[in-house]
């Protein structure tokens, strides 16, 4: 069981920065719960002063705004599952959430929330990467907009700074000839992956993120220029030259590199091609 801590619900965005502030360094947001309740309850946090958002209409949903989809952090992963939006414009993330976990933790979890935690093996910070996604954030100083590269730092780190909240991510909506595809292998459905793979084939280049193979989504610039180039076996070696996955008790790193090369090939066969 989690120790004593405190509780407040924030009525808006105002309202949670001001409560964040009250809290000082003891302040954490509580989104969905689902990572955050499960670390309290192993006492990985202490004293802990709750801000809960959870009540806060304005982050959640998904809206159509020209060229992006903006998806409030407070929409869940289930509805992100199954929004026709997000299917039409961004379908990796559809697919995503397939992967995600199990029904319950769907039903609670948030996009938002994903994002914060950055835990290195979820599947929306690596498809916010290869996406070329925004993350909005609003803090004591305004808001402020970040490029999902730019945005994961490591191992549950992030660029959000303490007192800030991450209030949406923005996703440019698919051209008419993209596709957008996820592998990843894992020991059982819902578990976090041992790695995977996200591939966005667009009229401007390919797009390939690699997660569960480092402290954060890699972004893996050399084995995108093969495949713009057309060489899928140059693609493949380029890709696990750029990784520096971990070994740990779920897979070496040299597994996990190799997984790697059969998740592209196995993406690039599912789009349709040998690259460009
Ligand atoms: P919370 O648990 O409420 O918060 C998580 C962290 O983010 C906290 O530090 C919190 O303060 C911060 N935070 C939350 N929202 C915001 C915000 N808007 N702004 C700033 N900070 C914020 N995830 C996967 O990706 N893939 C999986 O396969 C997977 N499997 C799982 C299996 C189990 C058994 C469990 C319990 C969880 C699993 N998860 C998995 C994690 C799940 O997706 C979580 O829901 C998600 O990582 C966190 O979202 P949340 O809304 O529950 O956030």
Redesign the pocket.
Known sequence: KASAGGYARANDVPHALQLLALAGAAG???????????AMNMRLSDGDMLVD?TRIGALRGVTDTGDSLHIG?LTR?AEVGTDPLIRTHAPLLTEAVH???HAA?RN???I???L??A?P????PACAVALGAVIHAEGPEGARQILAEDFFEGVFTTA?AEN????AISVPKADAAETQIMEEVARRG???ALTGLCLVRRAAGHRVAVFSAGPAPVLARAAMAALDAGDIDGAVAALQAELDPPSDTQASAGYRRHIAGVLLRRAVERSGGQGA
């Open positions: 954490r947001i509580l989104a969905g719960g689902q990572s955050l309740v499960a958002i952090a992963h992967h995600i976990a933790i609670r979890g948030t938002g929330g994903a914060a935690h835990d093996a979820a599947e929306f959000l800030e909240i991450l209030t819902g578990d976090y």
